[in-house]
T-cell receptor, first 116, second 114 residues
Framework: AQSVTQLGSHVSVSEGALVLLRCNYSSSVPPYLFWYVQYPNQGLQLLLKYTSAATLVKGINGFEAEFKKSETSFHLTKPSAHMSDAAEYFC??????????????FGQGTTLQVKP | NAGVTQTPKFQVLKTGQSMTLQCAQD?????MYWYRQDPGMGLRLIYYSASEGTTDKGEVPNGYNVSRLNKREFSLRLESAAPSQTSVYFCAASRAPGAQETQYFGPGTRLLVL
């Protein structure tokens, strides 16, 4: 069965430093890939998604992610962290199956702390 | 344009009580979903509705039922609540059923079962 692994449940960076949040998927057929962000006491909001166009995907708030088939990875990066980036981040996958009506499999989440 | 709304925001139940979580969307989307979020486990799909008139089980459907009342509304019912159902529940909607569709989430309902 498809699974998603996010390495590191907590990541702490200084303001202005590089943000790197890791995500690996398990299937041999590359799925569709998503990153969502959840601010405290709110619902999830889409940051970006990969649907097999360019392998480098740009999202909102300066985030981007690169799909690497050889590494089965879709890591999320941002060159310079802001205090407002502090949130929980979820990687999710969706199988490329014509019968798949939108079932998302989520990773366990990574909490990003940004220190002043 | 409120997007996806959920009621109530917070609820406390005693074991064995029943309740219905409400979800509505004003985006004219066809597909709707119910997830639960537990610490360290991400979100898990409970039930989904690919289109009005259809519902299907997700990963963790036991103890829940759903009703797709119309295109706008998708409710989740706990017939006999258990402490294991203490969680945060999220409703989501997408334009169409499909693996690459973006899902839009509501603000969540926090449920505590004593």
């Amino acid at each position: 069965a498809q699974s998603v692994t996010q390495l590191g449940s907590h990541v702490s960076v200084s303001e202005g430093a590089l943000v790197l949040l890791r995500c690996n998927y398990s299937s041999s057929v590359p799925p569709y890939l998503f990153w969502y962000v959840q601010y405290p006491n709110q619902g999830l909001q889409l940051l970006l998604k990969y649907t097999s166009a360019a392998t480098l995907v740009k999202g909102i708030n300066g985030f981007e992610a690169e799909f690497k088939k050889s590494e089965t990875s879709f890591h999320l990066t941002k060159p310079s962290a802001h205090m407002s980036d502090a949130a929980e981040y979820f990687c999710a996958v969706s199988d490329r199956d014509s019968s798949n009506t939108g079932k998302l499999i989520f990773g366990q989440g990574t909490t990003l702390q940004v220190k002043p | 344009n409120a997007g996806v709304t959920q009621t109530p925001k917070f609820q406390v139940l005693k074991t064995g009580q029943s309740m219905t979580l409400q979800c509505a969307q004003d985006m004219n989307h066809n597909s709707m979903y119910w997830y639960r979020q537990d610490p360290g486990m991400g979100l898990r799909l409970i039930y989904y509705s690919a289109s009005e008139g259809t519902t299907d089980k997700g990963e963790v459907p036991n103890g829940y039922n759903v009703s797709r009342l119309n295109k706008r509304e998708f409710s989740l019912r706990l017939e006999s609540a258990a402490p294991s159902q203490t969680s945060v529940y999220f409703c989501a909607a997408s334009r169409a059923p499909g693996a690459q569709e973006t899902q839009y989430f509501g603000p969540g309902t926090r449920l505590l079962v004593l």
